[in-house]
């Protein structure tokens, strides 16, 4: 069965895209932790980060590491955060969260966004990288 990040990448379900190559894509996620939360995936469906081929988990890093460099020159904030809980989705993914304080990061507290501050935001990251 197809997982919800699995239905993005094939176009079936919209979404906030930051960036995208052969192997990964990165969008902002619709209940963001903060500003900016944006999540990174590998376009083959994984279940577990740490099940990742090497050159695949590597790449997944670096092109993470250039979305948070584009994402931290949009967004004001201390630093940009990494996660993987891997929980909620059974596909492996990373989360960039822009910090300004721990509680950021934490996955309690939610920051509300509209449609359009969402396209707005894509737009500026986007511009950024």
Known sequence: MSSIFTKIIK??????????????LAFLDVNPNA?????????????????????LYLGLMQFSKKIAIALEKTVPCKRIGMAVIGLEVPHAHVHLIPLNEMDEIRFQNKVAMTKEEFEDLAIEIQANL
Do not use: M, S, V
Request: net charge negative; with cysteine; charged share 35%.
């Open 11 to 24: 176009g079936e379900i919209p979404c906030y895209k930051i960036a995208e190559d052969a192997n990964f």
């Open 35 to 55: 500003k900016g939360h944006t999540l990174c995936i590998p376009k083959q469906e994984i279940n577990k980060i740490f099940d990742i081929e090497d050159d």
